[in-house]
């Protein structure tokens, strides 16, 4: 559920984004981190290839993690989603 086309940057720098092939949606993943809570959330979005909303899931991990681990667990956590769909 990927577009294997490189992430594009418009002419200020900031990521745009990018519409899968006619066959494919996507999935974007999203992770903040909230200290006050101490707990990750993990966003995950499905779109289609014109951008359209398809469906969408939210949770939390905790304790408070690290970037690098909380965005790699919300991958991962959207990986499986979109498996047992």
Not at 7 to 34: D, E, M, T
């Amino acid at each position: 559920m990927h577009n294997h086309a490189p992430r594009q940057a418009n002419i200020h720098g900031v990521l745009q984004w990018q519409k899968p092939s006619s066959i494919r949606y996507k999935c974007n993943v999203y992770a903040p981190f909230s200290h006050a809570l101490s707990k990750v959330g993990i966003g995950m979005c499905i779109r289609d290839e014109k951008g359209r909303f398809v469906l969408a899931k939210t949770e939390w991990l905790a304790p408070l993690l690290d970037v690098d681990l909380g965005e790699a667990l919300g991958l991962l956590s959207a990986l499986g989603w979109v498996r047992d769909l």
